[in-house]
């Protein structure tokens, strides 16, 4: 067909700055091209009878102009004037005359069909999603964002927008907030309206596409308290919708995820908190119900009234028709359910009822957690560790709906809380084993991807931080505490009486038994000499071989016998007051897979309770492991473990090990006897298990 979308005669299309309907012209004729349609946008002078199949019009001037040139069109409404000035207004009259005499007038906000007598049928706006993507924005605080175009025709001091009530929420939550639109009526409004240009404050006028996107992705909440929209959801709503936030909003959002708010701060304050709450549900959400609007979907439902329309049927009466049909359904309060970090379930939609949700253990058949909720409300259990959920709701007129806990195919996340190498190639197993047992599509976050995204081709590896929709789950892997010590409810048991493996198996509720994570194949380094390799420094005092002849007499002797000694180490000599040993080969600035070479070129490893230890296990490396500190139990098995049992050991299973403080020593810091748990490990107690590695 040949197409005519009639140029509004005021901005360029596509437009170099705030323009919405221009935008829409443009996607419409970007999308209509692809369908192999050819579509120009001319200017109303420029059109004359029969010269298009379709004449695509979008003001009401335009539209009555092409009424007495004898020119049949249709027309869309985009004017949110109409509304807000009532039925006895001039703007209301004549989009009025407009829509009776197109063949088809076309409205984006579905009140708006009752609103004009029936005549018009409802076409939503779309979004690139292609453009508009979602980013993670730098972590911390959360960052609020308004845009728009404020006030109304000749009320430049009318907060359409909400403007002053984001603000407001702003500043009694302390959050940093972005206000972006044209200078046309938002510099007016600041200027009648000073009160509110509080330090946490930015604005941002006439800014072009690229920047507002910008400005999307790094915002975490999109406020939008306004008043009227012609666009149910406008095109604000759906590019920031596009780029993954969280928006906040009064009734515009027909069917996109969001968050229901009245002009009233202290409202808007309460659900800006329970956003933050359940950010990574809604993020997910929003960006699962914005893939409806692309504009290649919206475009094609246009595509099929035109076709109609050039078939000369009566398209208006046929929609009408399938519209009343629909107003006669009722639309259902929709439960949603996730179980991203805990249990969670949301009811939203239009009808007002009482909910009672319970969380139930299936294995011990204990209700863990029992909610009242209404709709526009939500629950969760605080139990994050895995569980067999069952989700019992019970509505205020008998309605019963459960859900159980399957993840078959469904897309479950696994977050490795911790950047260690050790607990790194230490929790890995458990998160293929969690993927085997469920048969879901498991992503994990690791800070070391790069080791294991060749051996596990079944995992899909993304970056710590890195967003990731639609996910039916979320697990944590890690040590976490609370005000009273160990988080329960992030851990099932006390991990300090496990092995660091069973961490992962606990929380997953995987049957442990110690599995060796799958490793790279590196080709071992080739060397003239034979050598071992050594690791001295750690993440804490405790945790270092702290016998201060130690380290030198096991290299004096290795290099007796005719063997170098190569220290793995990107700690400094000196490091925290922890002299090297003398006669070694520094190895420091290579990355993994250089040091696993080294590793499997040597005769073994001698090392501390650290990731390099962890590194020469999975590599099948003999591995010495020195340790007083923690129980050899918390460590792997296949190793030659030293430790003196006749003095102060295993704290770390006793108690809470404090991060912060480098000379922790709970049971004797400031005393002679502070670290004497590897003190009094000797080398002559390391020499045995040396000479077995070297075969002597």
């Given at each position: ?18 323009g ?14 692809k ?37 049949p ?8 004037h ?7 207004s ?5 989009n ?28 939503e706006?779309?979004?690139?999603l ?19 175009n404020n ?12 403007f ?30 000073p ?38 959801p ?7 919708a ?11 959002g ?96 239009p ?5 009672t ?14 909610i ?21 709701i ?14 078959t ?20 197993p ?36 890195e ?10 892997i ?8 160990i988080?329960t ?9 496990l ?26 380094m ?36 005719g ?36 590793l ?42 030293v ?15 404090d ?38």
């Open positions: 067909m040949k197409i005519a979308q009639v140029h509004l005669g005021l901005l360029p299309i596509p437009p170099n700055g705030w919405a309907v221009e935008k829409i012209i443009w996607n419409y004729a970007i999308e209509l091209r369908l192999g349609h050819q579509v120009n946008i001319p200017y109303i002078n420029e059109i004359s009878r029969d010269q298009y199949d379709i004449v695509h019009t979008h003001v009401w001037n335009h539209a009555l102009e092409l009424r007495d040139k004898d020119i069109y249709i027309f869309t409404c985009h004017d949110h109409t509304y807000i000035h009532g039925k006895l001039f703007m209301y009259q004549k009025l005359e407009a829509m009776k005499s197109a063949k088809l007038a076309i409205v984006p906000a579905k009140f708006l069909i009752e609103y004009f007598d029936d005549v018009p049928i409802y076409l706006h779309g979004v690139d292609n453009q508009y993507t979602a980013n993670t924005p730098p972590k911390g605080i959360k960052r609020l964002i308004c845009v728009g006030g109304l025709f000749g009320e430049n001091d009318f907060d359409r927008k909400g002053r009530f984001a603000i407001e929420a702003a500043k009694e939550l302390n959050l940093p907030i972005t206000v972006a639109g044209p200078t046309k009526n938002n510099r007016e409004f600041f200027e009648k309206n009160d509110l240009l509080i330090p946490n404050l930015t604005i941002r006028y006439d800014l072009p596409d690229h920047s507002i996107l910008n400005l999307y992705q790094n915002h975490d909440i999109l406020v939008h308290a306004t008043s009227v929209e012609a666009g149910h406008p095109l604000t709503l759906l590019e920031a596009g780029c993954g936030l969280p928006i906040l909003t009064t009734d515009c027909g069917n996109l995820h969001t968050i229901p708010i009245i002009r009233n701060t202290n409202d808007i304050i309460d659900k800006i908190r329970y956003t933050i709450d359940s950010y990574e549900f809604h993020k997910n959400k929003t960006l699962e119900t914005v893939k409806q609007f692309e504009w290649k979907k919206i475009v094609k439902k246009l595509n099929g009234m035109y076709e109609v329309i050039s078939e000369k049927n009566d398209m208006r009466t046929s929609a009408l028709s399938t519209y009343n049909s629909m107003k006669m359904i009722r639309v259902e309060n929709s439960i949603s359910i996730n179980f991203i970090d805990g249990p969670f379930v949301e009811i939203t939609g009808n007002t009822k009482k909910y949700v319970k969380f139930i253990d299936m294995d011990t058949d204990q209700i863990i957690y029992s009242d909720l209404n709709n526009y409300s939500w629950g969760r259990a605080n139990r994050k560790w895995f569980t067999n959920w069952k989700i019992r019970v509505s205020d007129d008998d309605e019963i709906f459960e859900h159980i806990y399957d993840a195919n469904k897309r479950v996340l696994i977050s490795f809380e911790s950047s260690s190498l050790g607990d790194t190639i230490a929790w890995i458990y998160v293929e084993e969690f993927r085997k047992k469920h048969n879901c599509h498991m992503i994990v976050s690791t800070f070391q991807n790069e080791l294991f995204q060749s051996q596990y081709p079944d995992i899909e590896f993304v970056k710590p931080g967003f990731i929709d639609n996910l039916y789950a979320l697990y944590q890690g040590c976490f505490y609370d005000k009273n010590g988080d409810n992030k851990h099932k048991t006390d991990f300090r009486k092995r660091l493996q069973e961490y992962a198996s606990d929380i997953l509720d995987i049957d442990f038994k110690e599995v060796l994570p799958l490793m790279p194949k590196f080709k071992p080739k060397s003239k000499k034979p050598y071992i390799c050594i690791a001295n420094h750690s993440t804490a005092q405790l945790k270092y071989w702290n016998n201060p002849t130690g380290w030198q007499e096991l290299v004096d002797y290795v290099k007796s016998l063997y170098d000694v190569y220290l793995l180490s990107k700690e400094e000599d000196g490091y925290m007051g922890n002299i090297n040993p003398t006669g070694v080969i520094k190895i420091d600035g290579k990355s993994l897979e250089e040091i696993g070479s080294i499997l070129g040597s005769k073994g490893f001698v090392g501390l309770g650290s990731g390099l230890s962890w590194y020469s296990w999975a590599l099948g490396i003999p591995t010495i492991l020195i340790s007083g500190f923690s129980e050899p139990h918390q460590e792997m098995k296949d190793v030659y473990r430790i003196n049992e006749s003095v102060c050991h295993g704290c770390f299973a006793r108690h809470l090990f991060k912060g403080d480098w000379n922790w020593c709970p049971d004797h810091k400031g005393t002679p006897r502070q670290f004497e748990c590897s003190k009094s490990i000797s080398f002559d107690m390391v020499k045995p298990h040396l000479n077995k590695i070297l075969k002597i």
